[in-house]
């Protein structure tokens, strides 16, 4: 028998979960068969135990029927699968966005975002809590750093957005819903490059054919430009995606608005992704927050054009994703009209560039690009 999934009960964890827990999703199958062994069981009960978490996508050992009660109870005692605390849920678009605002033992905040259309559902996974690169347009940047997550810290906000769509199909079985998380992309708080070990070791777990068995184009990653960590993912044996916020095609512009740019500046940032294109033979998405005023003109659009489709050398394989901006408290800037953001598009296109405006979820509940500041 297929257990029924369940969604998770925070106030009914384990009273002995006090961070000394094990997390099981930041085991391998390998790290569970030696945990298991350790215990007394056999090599296939990891297996199964793996199964459970990533097919059947349970997170209590209670639900685990056919393993003997000593063994569920001692996975209740001594190990996870929540190691994020449940702070506060929140749905617009009719339920189809959910956003759940979770927090790490210090109180720390972690963001997680599901938008759920008739044929897929996309889950926004943060891979920090908080973010160091402190772009001044955006949110979490105003929290500055505060955590790294963990590879399990990743997955179990996957796991939860698996747990949501089940429940919904659940509850509206006529309505048309895709059957599973379609698409997961790390542009949640914080910046994946900057904790790549973690989030690779992520992206493998839940690519894995014997467990959650995720398609690895399924997934997407979203850089601030650390050249290192674009370098590295040329090299990757798996072919997620790459997004890379640009924002400015000019280098005063970029520093003033994202101060990694500094650091990695245009031109570099620009050879890197060369570099991964020719490696991979894979467009790369470019992300420009349009900002009125700031960097909407049509010669700054231009401007863009000519740094990703040159004379002198061959197009960069690409696609510009243009994002109005989304509000943050606090911040003297505005979002460009729909006036600019179509009449830069138009520049981009007539240059030959494929260019698309994002389409908007959840900005009535603080879950829309740049926004999750654990509010
Ligand atoms: N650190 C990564 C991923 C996080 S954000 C990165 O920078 O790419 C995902 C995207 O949202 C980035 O392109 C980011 O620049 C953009 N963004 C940040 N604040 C925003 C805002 N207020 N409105 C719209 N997009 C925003």
């Excluded at 009960?45 to 009660?69: E, G, N």
């Excluded at 929290?143 to 957005?161: K, N, P, R, S, Y």
Aim: hydrophobic content about 40%; glycine content about 6%; overall charge negative.
């Amino acid at each position: 028998m297929v257990p029924t999934l369940q969604n998770q009960h925070p106030d009914t964890a384990p009273a002995s979960r006090d961070g000394a827990a094990i997390h099981l999703y930041d085991l391998s199958l390998q790290q569970l068969t030696d945990l298991l062994r350790e215990w007394g069981e056999p090599a296939f009960r990891a297996r199964q135990l793996y199964r459970h978490l990533y097919v059947h996508k349970l997170d209590r050992a209670a639900d685990m029927t056919d393993f003997s009660k000593a063994l569920r109870a001692r996975l209740e005692q001594e190990t996870t699968c929540s190691a994020l605390r449940t702070v506060k849920r929140q749905e617009g678009d009719q339920g189809m966005t959910r956003k759940i605002l979770w927090s790490l033992p210090d109180g720390s905040p972690v963001e997680t975002v599901l938008m759920i259309y008739p044929d897929r559902a996309t889950v926004c996974v943060s891979s920090q809590s908080g973010c160091p690169m402190k772009c001044v347009f955006c949110a979490t940047g105003k929290l500055g750093f505060l955590h790294d997550l963990t590879a399990g810290q990743m997955i179990e906000q996957v796991m939860w957005a698996e747990r949501e769509l089940h429940t919904l199909r659940e509850t509206q079985p006529d309505a048309p819903l895709p059957t599973g998380i379609t698409n997961i992309v790390f542009m949640g708080m914080g910046e994946p490059f900057n904790n790549y070990d973690a989030w690779w070791t992520a992206v493998e777990r839940m690519h894995d054919p014997d467990g959650y068995n995720q398609g690895a184009r399924n997934f997407t990653v979203s850089t601030v430009g650390l050249v290192p960590g674009i370098l590295r993912l040329a090299d990757e044996s798996l072919p997620v995606n790459l997004a890379i916020s640009l924002h400015a095609a000019d280098d005063e512009l970029r520093t003033n608005m994202m101060p990694v740019n500094k650091r990695y500046p245009i031109a570099d940032l620009i050879a890197a992704t060369r570099t991964y294109t020719e490696k991979t033979r894979r467009r790369v998405s470019f992300e420009y927050v349009l900002l009125l005023e700031q960097n909407d003109a049509p010669e700054q659009a231009r401007q863009l054009a000519d740094l990703l489709r040159p004379d002198d050398q061959p197009p960069l394989l690409c696609h510009v994703n243009l994002i109005p901006w989304n509000p943050v408290p606090g911040t003297p800037l505005s979002r460009s009209n729909r006036q600019r953001v179509l009449a830069f598009q138009e520049v981009l296109r007539e240059r030959g560039i494929a260019c698309t405006v994002r389409v908007e979820r959840g900005v009535d509940i603080a879950a829309a690009c740049g926004q999750l500041a654990g509010g």
